[in-house]
Structure formats: C-alpha cells, structure tokens
C-alpha cells in the first residue's frame, strides 16, 4: 500500500489543468498564511487554518476527516506516520485524487479519512464515515443555499434520512465473500482496500458527494461542479407554498435513477394537500404531462411511489415502458426496476364497471406493486414474495394501507403538446365518459369552468 501511496503521489500534478493547479494553489497559499496559526510554517497549514476558511459551511466531523485524510498521504513511501500539518503537497495530492482521481485514487483518500491504520478497516467505520459524507452534503447545500427550492430539514419518520440513504449506500458493497453488506451483522466484518475501491467505483454517489463538500464546502473549482443533475429545482405554482414528503436526500437518490434528460428540473403537477382527497382531481392534473414520479406516504409512515417514463393516459390497458420503476424511501431507500417477465408498467383507470379503477404499476388486476384506489386515500401494495414486474417486495406498512399524503411530479421539460394536452378536460382524455355523461343526459359541467384559450 506504501508502494501504491507513493506512485499515486509522484504523478498527481498531472491531474489539474494549469489554470486549476493555479486555483488549488491560491487555496493553500490563503490556509498555510492563516494569522491564527503562528507557530505553523508558511509551506503548511494546521486543522485551526482549514477550520476557520472553511466556518460554518462543513461540519467539523467531515472537516477533520478531510484534513486527517491529507496528513496521512505519505509521498515517498517512508514516512512512519501522518505529518503534523499538511504540506503544498500533500494537499495537492489530496485534492487532485478527491476530485480528478479514478476510483483507486479515490479509495485510497477514502480510506485515510476513515483511519490512521493501514490494512482493513471495520464496517462500522465505514458506516460511520457515510453517515457523515452524507450528512455533510445536506449541510453544505443547505449553507451556501444550494437547495433549489428543496428543504435540508430532516423529514419526520421512522429512521432519520441521512441514516437511510447511508445504509443504502453501503448495502451496494460487497463483502469479501461476495454477500452484500445488508445489516448491523456485518458491522463487525473487514473491509479491505479492493472492497472500498470496488464499492467507490460501482456506487458513484461516494465520490459525487465528496465532490460537492469539496467544492462547496472549501468554494474551490466551483465551475467544474454541475448541481443541476444531482438537485433538481423545484417549481411550484406561485403562492401554493407547502411541505412535500420528499427532503433534499429523498430527491437526490431518486432523481439520480430517472433518464438524464430528466434530472433537471421537477414540477408539482398533484399534491393531495393542496389538490384534495380526490381521484378525479389525480386524474385531471396528472393526464397528459409527461413522464413524472408519485410519491405516497402511508399512515404508517412508509414513504414510497413510482416513476412513470410516458404521459398517464385513462384507459383500460397497461402503458409505459421498461424505463419505469417503483422505489422505497422509508424505512429504506431502493429502486426496483423491470423484470421483463411482463409490460405491466403502468395503469390508469377512470369510470369503468368490469375493471379496477385507480392508479396502479407493476403486477396485474387486484394485484399491483403499487395501486392506489378511485376511493382515494386507499391502496394496496401487494407481492409475495415480489412484484412480477418489478421485483418490488411489499413497499407499504400493510398489503392493504390507507394514506393522506401523495404528490405527482413532473420531471424534465414539458413540450409544447404537453403543455397544450395538460390544458384539456379529463373528459377529453376518455371519450367512454363523455358518452356515458351525454346519453344520460347530464352536462359537462367542467365545460363552463375552461379558461378562453388565447387567440392563434
């Protein structure tokens, strides 16, 4: 490892470009000339220096890591333990492996900020380590008021959500006799440095997250940090402020399986707050809108939902495409994708007397992954052992839950056919109805409540 440690070293000053390499050195110049730090010398900084220019915007757990994590890069191979203040460098190295370094590079930052040994580490350590990355991330979007419109508050539940999307990351680690970290059982388990580099290149969110305290947190680089395809700006009608389901970590996670085109931006079609317990409501704000995800929170507090890749069409057939999944946030966090067993995607159904209607994904009649019923506030979730479509375990509380709390979202930018057909009466969008209303003789009522479309 000392070998590695030292050829990685040797050649980090190829990483940055110049005008990068210019930046990063600005940055030591400022810590390693810190007044509060007197008795360290000018080619150097101390952890006070690295505290004081990075404040509040990090916390100091993460900070120290970092800091520690620097101390301990041994460029020639013979150091006998971390320096006592971090070199020119020794940072340099430091930064270009965290930011422009490949997933060995990375692990083995990774692995110095978790401890001062070399060798295999615990897993609780590891966890510990997560816990506080992903903290940290929250910490400093929410400080340099990066949110796009999402809350950093920790979402009310079960389990906090920073403890939820840790677990979900290490779960994606394999153990060194292939079995998947799934448990406080394996906290007591060694991880060596091939599990941590396997772990950081297949899991991108480590390294993305370390990015974004990186540049935030320390302000450097910043140009090179896109946040739109990590947070996606919320919009919300104007004047129509209320609390979503989702937090900022929520949203990320999520966010991060929908098609990358999609990532940027997401848009409040339904919430049953402002909307009402209504399913003709659901139906007439979500038809026609493009691909967007549905969120429901159970009276068990269970939080999960579905992502539809194709506009929601009332009729009585399946829709969608393998691009659709269905995902948990709480108690845990995890996606389940097609199967190919069956295009059982999507459902939508309105007004009919033979077959179900509501709102279902995955499964079949009377037995979806996902299903929320034409008497709003009820559902079910039901698969034993999974979802036929999906793979999807039971994603509420009970098989058959009851709820007070969903939202639709659209993602992604709406075209101008969207946007035309988002304007029309459910009634268009199922002619069935409109006749059934005609040949009883009842009106169309919502006809007087249409707005005069403006003149071509």
């Known amino acids: 490892m000392g070998n590695s440690g030292s050829r990685v ?6 990483r940055f470009l110049p005008e990068e390499q210019a930046e990063i050195d600005r940055l030591f110049d400022a810590l390693s000339s810190d007044k509060n730090s007197p008795n360290v010398s000018s080619k150097s900084f101390s952890l006070k220096a690295l505290q004081n220019h990075v404040g509040a915007a990090v916390p100091l757990e993460m900070v120290t890591r970092l800091y520690d994590g620097m101390r301990r890069v041994d460029l020639t191979g013979k150091a006998k333990g971390p320096s006592e203040n971090v070199s020119r460098e020794q940072f340099t190295a430091s930064m270009s492996h965290l930011l422009k370094g490949n997933s060995e590079e990375k692990s083995l930052m990774i692995m110095k900020m978790i401890s001062a040994t070399e060798g295999p580490m615990k897993a609780r350590e590891v966890q510990k380590f997560t816990e506080d990355l992903v903290g940290s991330v929250v910490h400093v979007l929410s400080h340099r008021q990066e949110l796009r419109g999402w809350t950093g508050k920790e979402a009310p539940g079960p389990a906090p959500r920073v403890q939820v999307l840790a677990a979900q990351l290490l779960s994606e680690m394999k153990l060194q006799d292939g079995k998947r970290f799934l448990g406080p059982q394996w ?54 402020g209320f609390e979503s389901i989702l937090d900022i970590l929520s949203v990320m996670y999520i966010n991060a399986h929908l098609p990358r085109e999609q990532r940027h931006c997401w848009r409040l079609l339904f919430s049953s707050e402002l909307h009402g317990h209504s399913f003709s409501q659901l139906c007439g704000h979500i038809t026609h809108r493009g691909p967007c995800v549905a969120v429901l929170e159970d009276h068990d507090k269970h939080v999960f939902g579905g992502f539809a890749s194709c506009s929601w069409e009332v009729k009585p057939q399946f829709q969608g495409d393998d691009r659709c999944f269905l995902f948990s946030i709480c108690p845990s966090m995890a996606v389940y994708t097609h199967t190919g067993y069956n295009d059982h995607y999507m459902y939508l159904n309105h007004g009919q007397q033979t077959i179900p209607n509501g709102l279902g994904m995955g499964g079949q009649h009377n037995y979806f992954g996902l299903w929320v019923d034409v008497d709003f506030g009820k559902g079910h979730s039901r698969a034993k052992p999974t979802c036929t479509t999906y793979n999807s375990p039971q994603l509420s509380a009970q098989e058959n839950f009851q709820f007070d709390k969903m939202e639709v979202w659209a993602v992604g930018d709406p075209s101008e056919e969207q946007l035309a057909k988002g304007n029309k009466s459910i009634l268009d969008a199922d002619p069935e109805a409109q006749a059934l209303l005609e040949i009883s003789g009842r009106s169309r009522h919502s006809e007087g409540l249409r707005e005069i479309p403006d003149d071509e």
């Open 187 to 240: 906290l007591d388990c060694d991880c060596d440095r091939a599990m941590i580099e396997d772990w950081v290149f297949r899991v991108p969110h480590v390294a993305i997250f370390l990015s974004v305290v990186i540049h935030k947190g320390f302000l450097v680089l910043c140009s090179s940090l896109d946040l739109t395809t990590l947070v996606p700006e919320r919009q919300v009608d104007q004047g129509r």
């Open 9 to 14: 070293g040797q050649s980090f000053c190829s």
